[in-house]
């Protein structure tokens, strides 16, 4: 089955700074991407996604690429704010009618 | 926050006893997903239905069983054969299982077995 390894576990940055994100996976088939946020004490909520023919996608200041080749996704958000501190998980998911696989999580802090 | 519900918010059992979880979808959605997260885990994936009378086990299901005799519910038994049932429970709902559909979470039952 897929594998989505997450890196790195914890993050700290300054208000302002960007932040990266990194996942691998494992399933060369996999073809869905979706990055999810969690901020303390709520629910997991979709923040964007990308499919395996699109190689970067841009959503304000948030932003992910692809690259099909390595096997690996990235999130980048840009000029931070403490609001987005946040644990945020990575997915992939694999053709057929088959359930997300999500990484491990990393846990994001925005220093004001 | 609505659309998807999972009660109670906390729930406390002794070892021994099992425990069913609760989740509801208004969202008429036919996939439905429960998931484990433990700290420095991720969410990892216990059961899923496609759809009605039908569910496939997910990578941790031992221990674990699930309904889905209707659209709307899908309920979680967590059985005394889970040996560390201690953990945060998340319910989802999408519109199908598979690519490119978001899922919806709720607002999860944090269990805790003594």
């Known amino acids: 089955g897929e594998n989505v390894e997450q890196h790195p576990s914890t993050l700290s940055v300054q208000e302002g700074d960007s932040a990266v994100i990194k996942c691998t996976y494992s399933d060369s088939a996999s073809n869905y991407f979706p990055w999810y946020k969690q901020e303390l004490g709520k629910r997991p909520q979709l923040i964007i996604d990308i499919r395996s023919n699109v190689g970067e996608k841009k959503d304000q200041r948030i932003a992910v690429t692809l690259n099909k080749t390595a096997k690996h996704f990235s999130l980048h958000i840009t000029e931070t704010q403490p609001e987005d501190s946040a644990v945020y998980f990575c997915a992939a998911s694999p053709t057929g009618r088959r359930a997300l696989t999500f990484g491990s999580g990393t846990r994001l802090q925005v220093q004001p | 926050d609505g659309g998807i519900t999972q009660s109670p918010k906390y729930l406390f059992r002794k070892e021994g006893q099992n425990v069913t979880l609760s989740c509801e979808q208004n969202?008429?959605?036919?996939?439905m997903y429960w998931y484990r997260q433990d700290p420095g885990q991720g969410l990892r994936l216990i059961y899923y239905s496609q759809i009605v009378n039908d569910f496939q086990k997910g990578d941790i299901a031992e221990g674990y069983s699930v309904s889905r005799e209707k659209k709307e519910s899908f309920p979680l038994t967590v059985t005394s054969a889970q040996k560390n049932p201690t953990a945060f429970y998340l319910c989802a709902s999408s519109i199908s299982v598979g690519q490119n559909y978001e899922q919806y979470f709720g607002p999860g039952t944090r269990l805790t077995v003594t």
């Open positions: 969202l008429n959605h036919d996939a």
